[in-house]
């Protein structure tokens, strides 16, 4: 037990709140537990002090080790080689933080092969379409750019833009019509060599350069289609706009409702984080039952980071020697370049058309007036006539209109962004700590 005088009480007063004060002896007294606390409490600010210089110190020392490391070896100094070598562990660690940015750029660069190189790939690539059984055809975002709806990952990629802070350019999707590449698809599908088509795009110009919906799962969902999950089987409605204007991560209602129970509709999009459940468009079912039944898979403008989760459609339950024949184009890296038997780089259109002339196959051009989606096209009901702000697809001339709402209020507001700039949170990674040591 700790006691200390009365007279002593002005001192006692500063950590009075330890101590309680005995009237009958005149005296304040502690209890040995008391002084432990100040004691602990004393240390834990002084750890945490320490701490905060040290970090302090360590960022110190990291951006001069940065900047003498940005220096040639002839420009340094005696003074700041003698603190490369005392921090050899924390030069070690930029120098591999350098070569993993290194190959990151490597990677999201685009290139493309030398025109002698190109076609002789193409050769090789036509001689596989011809030789395979059962074609499958992986699409991504890259095979639509042609059309000016901007891809995720190029240089100009919605994805980009926005990791460097930069707004996404408006887009009117309802003018974009499918690229040749999509024609080609459509007519290699029709010439019975290419059996099944997966897709990741959202803009639905496979349905509308006519191939069939039964050759076709849509795994992220269609822009046009909305759908009524309480009817059995779902009411499906194809509209000639964008439906996605309400709609975001984990909210799907579109604000119409459906003609046959009353209950909303909701669009098909699958964002990030999200599980796509939808029978149609997506076609899980047909996805999964065409890579099963494969023996060549052709990638066409996808940079498959997402493709590759999905190991259905990879067959990776069969040993490596047994599973499809991969075939890749596509301007930058993929995580399945290692595992292609062709890697070809170069833009879809560019290498879809000298395919077509390998195999002899006549290219057929986009024709308005057979587009299907204004024959798919459900009308809107008069009190859905201002339901949505977005553009019409015009229909072609010589074919009535249908009614979809007004479109001189529909093109009031610019689509900005579109459905294929939300959901998107790419956060860059924390870096680990570096060590003085």
């Not at 005296?27 to 002084?35: K, P, S």
């Not at 603190?83 to 990151?104: F, N, S």
């Not at 042609?146 to 994805?159: E, K, L, M």
């Not at 802070?165 to 999707?173: E, H």
Request: aromatic share 4%; charged share 30%; net charge positive.
């Amino acid at each position: 037990m700790c006691v200390f005088p009365l007279s002593c009480v002005l001192v006692v007063l500063n950590v009075g709140r330890l101590f309680r004060y005995i009237p009958t002896t005149g005296r304040m007294e502690g209890t040995a537990r008391d002084c432990g606390r100040v004691s602990s409490r004393t240390e834990r600010k002084a750890q945490e002090r320490a701490k905060i210089l040290q970090q302090e110190k360590q960022r110190k020392t990291f951006k001069l080790v940065s900047q003498i490391l940005k220096k040639s070896e002839s420009e340094r100094t005696e003074e700041e080689l003698a603190t490369l070598q005392q921090c050899e562990k924390m030069v070690q660690e930029l120098r591999l933080r350098q070569i993993r940015r290194d190959a990151l750029k490597r990677k999201q660069e685009e290139v493309l092969d030398r025109p002698d190189e190109l076609q002789r790939k193409v050769k090789e690539l036509a001689a596989a379409v011809r030789a395979a059984t059962y074609l499958v055809v992986y699409t991504g975002a890259g095979i639509s750019t042609a059309a000016s709806i901007p891809d995720y990952r190029g240089p100009n990629g919605v994805w980009t833009l926005l990791q460097k802070g930069r707004s996404v350019s408006a887009s009117d999707l309802s003018e974009a019509e499918p690229t040749l590449t999509h024609m080609c698809i459509g007519k290699l599908h029709e010439e019975k060599l290419v059996q099944h088509v997966v897709s990741q795009n959202c803009d639905g110009l496979h349905l509308r350069s006519g191939l069939p919906r039964q050759a076709l799962s849509e795994l992220h969902g269609n822009m046009y289609i909305e759908v009524c999950t309480a009817c059995s089987p779902p009411e499906e409605c194809v509209r000639l706009f964008d439906v996605t204007e309400q709609t975001g991560l984990h909210r799907h209602g579109t604000g119409r409702h459906c003609s046959r129970c009353g209950a909303e509709l909701r669009d098909t999009i699958v964002h990030f984080g999200e599980r796509g459940t939808l029978d149609q468009p997506l076609n899980w079912k047909g996805a999964a039952e065409a890579a099963a039944k494969a023996d060549a898979i052709l990638c066409l403008g996808s940079s498959l980071k997402v493709l590759k989760k999905y190991a259905c459609l990879w067959c990776m339950n069969r040993t490596p020697n047994k599973r499809p024949k991969l075939y890749i184009v596509n301007l930058q890296w993929t995580p399945k370049d290692d595992l292609a038997a062709l890697k070809i780089h170069g833009k879809c259109d560019d290498v879809m058309k000298l395919l077509m002339e390998e195999l002899d196959i006549q290219i057929p051009e986009y024709d308005k007036s057979k587009d299907p989606i204004f024959s798919l096209a459900t009308p809107l009901r008069p009190e859905e006539a201002d339901s949505h702000h977005r553009k019409l697809i015009a229909p072609p001339s010589g074919r009535p209109a249908i009614f979809q709402g007004s479109a001189e209020e529909c093109g009031r507001a610019p689509v900005q962004g579109g459905w294929f700039g939300r959901g998107c949170s790419k956060g860059r990674k924390k870096k680990k700590p570096l060590s003085l040591k």
